[in-house]
C-alpha cells in the first residue's frame, strides 16, 4: 500500500528557509574571527534585510534581529573602546549600524521594530525565555520561537509621523492631493509591555557616540535622522530633547580640522538630522504630543541661527551640499516658530536666501528657491509687499533663464504657492491688496507662467497649470478700470486668451497629476467669470473651459479626473448658464447633462483595483449627484424634451427589462412628469448599491427634492 507524505505549502518552505539564513549568518558571525568577513557577512545580512517580506512572516522576526543587532553593537562597541588598531573594528560596527538603518527605513510601520526600540537594553528581554540578555547570544536568540508571545502584535497601529507633516514641506502635498494630520495612528499606539519613560537603547547609543567617536558620528547622525522622521516619540521632551539640542549644536560649532573630509560629513549628517528633526517641531500636534513647548523650539532656533549654520555653512557656495542643505533645513522651521522669532533673524534668513537663488551651484539655487515657496505660506509673509514683489521678481528671473531642470522644478512649485497667496490676500483683504500689488508683476507671472507651461515637461506641468489658474482668477477679481490704467488692456486680454488656450492644452497629457490639477485649476479660473466684463466679451473662453472639463469628465477612467472635473462645473452660475445657451443645436449647458446621465451609466460598469478606489467611487457617485441637483435649478422644459431624445430613451431601453423590443421601446411617449421620475428613481437606484452611503437615508430625498 503506498504511503504519503504530508503536503507542505511552498510559503512554509520558504519561510523557514529565510529564518534559517538568518539563524547561520549569525552563527557565522559569532565564529568568524576575522573583521574583513565579518563586514562582507554583514553586507550580505543588508541586502537580506532588504529582501525580506516581513510583514507575510510570523511576527517576531524582526524583534529577535533587531535585539541581535544591540548585543552585537554592544560587543563590538566595547572591543573598539578597548583596542587602539580599530580601524576594521570600526568597519564592523558601522555595518551594524547600516543594518539597523536599513530595518528603521523600510519597516518602520511594523510594530515589532518600535517595540524593540522603546526599551533600554535591560529591558529588551520582554518576550526572551529567562535570563540575561547580556550572557545570550546572537545565534540562541536567532534560536528562540516568538510567535506566540507576538501573536496580537500585529494588530497594534503604530505611529505614521510622514502623516502629521505640514503640507508646504512637500510638493506632492499641494493642492490637489494635500495630506491631513493622522494624530489618531500616534495616540492608539500602547504597549503595555514598555514604559513610555524608558530611554530607547539606540537612540543613547547615537548621541553618545556621535559625540565620543568621531569615526562612527556620520552613521549614527544617520540612524538618529530616520528615528527623527519616523520615531519622534522616542526624542520627546522628558527623554533626549535637550541632549539632541546639545549635539546638534556642538557638531555645528566644532572647529575640527584634523580630518576635514570626515569633519564636512559630520556636518553634513548633522543639518540633515536637524531638518528631519525640526519638521517635527514645526508640527503643533507632535509637539503636543511629546511635551514639547513652543518656546523651547524657538530657543533651538535662535541658537541655531546664531551657530555657524547660517554664519558659515548657508552661505559658503565652495561647500555647496553644506549651503544646499543649510537651505533645506530652514525650510523646516515652520510658521509657528518662524513668527516668534526677532524680525532681524527673519530678515536675515530672507535676505540670505534671496541671494542665494542667484548661485553658480544649481543645488544651491534650487533649495534655495524652494524654501523661499515654503516662506511665503507664513501668515507674517503673505501680505508682505515688499517680500512678494522680491519673490516675484526672483522667481520670473528664474523660470525665464534658468537652464537647469532641478531648479526650474522648485520655481514652478514656488509659483504656484506663490499664486495661491495672491488669491488667499484676494479673498481675505479684497481690492486694497490689488491696488497695493503692482500688476506689471502679475502680468509678468501670467506671460512666464504661460511660456514655461508650453516648453516644460509633464511633471512641471502639474504645478504651472495651478499657477495658470490662480492668475486667471488674479485678473477677474480685478477691476477693469484699474486694468486700463496700469497695463495695455489689448495685450492683456491677448495674454489671457493663450493662457487660457495653454491650460485647456494640458488636457491631452497622460500624466495623471496634470488632469488632476487641470480641473481644480480651471474651477478656480472661473470662480468670477459671471462679473467679469473682459469673459463676457469674450464668451469663448467660457466655451473652452467647459468643453475641456466635459473632455476630461467623460473620457478618463481615473476616478479623481472625474471627481475634480464633475466639482469644476458647479462652478456654473446664472449669468454663465446664458452665454452656454447661446447655440440651441451645440448648447454646452445640454451637453453637461448629457455628460452627467453618461457619468452615472459608466459608474455602474467602474471596475476597481484597489480598497483606496471604492472610496473614490462612493466620493464621485456623492459628487454626481449634487451636479445633478445643481443643474436642475436652471433646467427647462425644452431642456428635458432635448434630453429624452438623445438620452434617456437609451439608458431606459438597457436599464429597463420590461421591454424587450427596442420597437417597442421607441414608440413609448414619455410625459414630462414620467421623464423626470425615472431619471430619479434611476440615479437613487445607482447610489444606493454604494455600501458606504446606505447609513446616509435622507441624502437622495434631500437632493432630489428640488427636480
Not at 529591558?123 to 545570550?136: I, L
Not at 537652464?403 to 512649485?413: D, E, F, M, Q, S
Not at 507651461?453 to 478700470?481: F, M, Q
Amino acid at each position: 500500500m503506498q504511503s504519503h507524505q504530508s503536503f507542505l505549502p511552498i510559503s512554509f518552505t520558504i519561510s523557514n528557509i529565510i529564518r534559517q539564513l538568518y539563524k547561520d549568518i549569525f552563527m557565522c558571525l559569532k565564529r568568524e574571527p576575522f573583521q574583513l568577513n565579518q563586514v562582507h557577512l554583514l553586507k550580505c545580512l543588508q541586502h537580506l534585510i532588504k529582501a525580506t517580506p516581513f510583514q507575510k512572516l510570523k511576527p517576531g522576526l524582526l524583534y529577535k534581529l533587531a535585539l541581535s543587532l544591540n548585543i552585537l553593537l554592544d560587543q563590538k562597541n566595547s572591543l573598539v573602546i578597548q583596542s587602539t588598531q580599530n580601524k576594521d573594528k570600526i568597519n564592523v560596527l558601522n555595518e551594524i549600524l547600516i543594518c539597523l538603518n536599513t530595518i528603521l527605513t523600510n519597516y518602520y510601520h511594523m510594530a515589532e521594530v518600535h517595540l524593540a526600540l522603546s526599551s533600554p537594553l535591560k529591558n529588551v528581554n520582554t518576550f526572551m525565555s529567562q535570563g540575561s540578555v547580556r550572557s545570550s547570544t546572537c545565534s540562541s536568540i536567532m534560536e528562540e520561537d516568538l510567535s506566540d508571545q507576538f501573536e496580537n502584535l500585529a494588530n497594534l497601529k503604530v505611529p505614521n509621523i510622514n502623516q502629521t507633516r505640514i503640507k508646504y514641506f512637500y510638493e506632492s502635498n499641494t493642492a490637489s492631493g494635500q495630506m491631513t494630520p493622522n494624530c489618531n495612528q500616534i495616540s492608539e499606539l500602547s504597549y503595555q509591555e514598555s514604559d513610555p519613560n524608558n530611554k530607547s537603547w539606540l537612540v543613547e547609543f547615537c548621541i553618545q557616540n556621535s559625540i565620543v567617536s568621531r569615526s562612527i558620528s556620520v552613521h549614527c547622525l544617520d540612524l538618529l535622522a530616520t528615528i527623527a522622521q519616523h520615531y519622534f516619540d522616542l526624542l520627546k521632551k522628558n527623554l533626549f530633547f535637550e541632549n539632541v539640542c546639545m549635539l546638534i549644536l556642538q557638531n555645528l560649532n566644532s572647529n575640527s580640522n584634523s580630518d576635514i573630509q570626515n569633519s564636512n560629513q559630520i556636518i553634513l549628517k548633522t543639518i540633515k538630522f536637524t531638518e528631519e528633526f525640526c519638521r517635527c517641531l514645526a508640527t503643533n500636534e507632535l509637539r503636543q504630543m511629546n511635551s514639547i513647548d513652543l518656546n523651547d523650539c524657538c530657543k533651538l532656533w535662535s541658537n541655531l541661527l546664531s551657530s555657524k549654520l547660517l554664519s558659515e555653512y548657508l552661505i559658503d557656495e565652495q561647500r555647496y551640499l553644506l549651503s544646499s542643505s543649510a537651505c533645506d533645513c530652514l525650510a523646516s522651521i515652520g510658521a509657528p516658530i518662524f513668527e516668534l522669532l526677532p524680525y532681524q533673524k527673519r530678515i536675515f534668513c530672507l535676505t540670505n536666501l534671496l541671494h542665494l537663488t542667484k548661485s553658480q551651484s544649481n543645488l544651491i539655487r534650487a533649495a534655495s528657491v524652494r524654501a523661499l515657496g515654503v516662506y511665503v505660506t507664513f501668515a507674517s509673509l503673505k501680505e508682505d509687499q515688499n517680500f512678494l514683489t522680491d519673490l516675484s521678481l526672483c522667481l520670473l528671473n528664474l523660470i525665464k533663464n534658468d537652464g537647469n531642470n532641478l531648479v526650474r522644478h522648485k520655481t514652478a512649485w514656488s509659483i504656484s504657492n506663490l499664486s495661491e497667496v495672491l488669491i488667499e490676500n484676494i479673498e481675505r483683504v479684497g481690492s486694497v491688496f490689488i491696488e497695493e500689488f503692482n500688476l506689471n508683476i502679475w502680468y509678468q507671472l501670467l506671460d512666464s507662467t504661460t511660456n514655461a507651461c508650453h516648453r516644460e515637461s509633464e511633471k512641471l506641468k502639474s504645478y504651472l497649470v495651478r499657477a495658470l489658474g490662480n492668475l486667471i482668477n488674479y485678473a477677474s477679481s480685478t477691476d477693469i478700470e484699474l486694468l486700463k490704467t496700469q497695463l495695455d488692456i489689448e495685450k492683456t486680454e491677448t495674454s489671457i486668451s493663450r493662457a487660457i488656450e495653454t491650460l485647456c492644452l494640458c488636457k491631452n497629457v497622460k500624466m495623471l497629476k496634470v488632469k488632476w490639477n487641470l480641473s481644480h485649476a480651471i474651477g478656480i479660473a472661473m470662480k468670477r467669470f459671471n462679473n467679469w466684463s473682459l469673459a463676457q466679451k469674450n464668451p469663448q473662453w467660457l466655451h473652452l473651459f467647459y468643453s475641456t472639463l466635459l473632455e476630461l469628465f467623460t473620457n478618463s477612467n481615473n476616478f479623481k479626473v472625474r471627481i475634480n472635473a464633475c466639482i469644476a462645473l458647479m462652478s456654473i452660475n446664472s449669468g454663465d448658464v446664458n452665454i452656454i445657451r447661446n447655440n440651441a443645436n451645440e448648447s454646452i449647458y445640454l451637453k453637461i447633462w448629457y455628460a452627467l446621465l453618461e457619468g452615472f451609466s459608466k459608474l455602474k460598469n467602474d471596475s476597481m483595483d484597489a480598497s483606496n478606489e471604492i472610496q473614490h467611487k462612493n466620493t464621485l457617485t456623492q459628487q454626481l449627484c449634487k451636479l445633478l441637483t445643481f443643474l436642475s435649478k436652471y433646467l427647462r422644459i425644452e431642456d428635458l424634451d432635448k434630453l429624452m431624445t438623445n438620452k434617456l430613451n437609451q439608458l431606459k431601453m438597457n436599464s429597463n427589462k420590461k421591454y424587450e423590443s427596442k420597437t417597442e421601446f421607441q414608440l413609448l411617449n414619455l410625459s414630462t412628469s414620467e421623464l423626470r421620475n425615472y431619471m430619479v428613481d434611476y440615479i437613487t437606484t445607482i447610489y444606493e448599491k454604494i455600501d458606504t452611503h446606505k447609513q446616509e437615508g435622507n441624502f437622495n430625498i434631500e437632493y432630489f427634492s428640488d427636480i
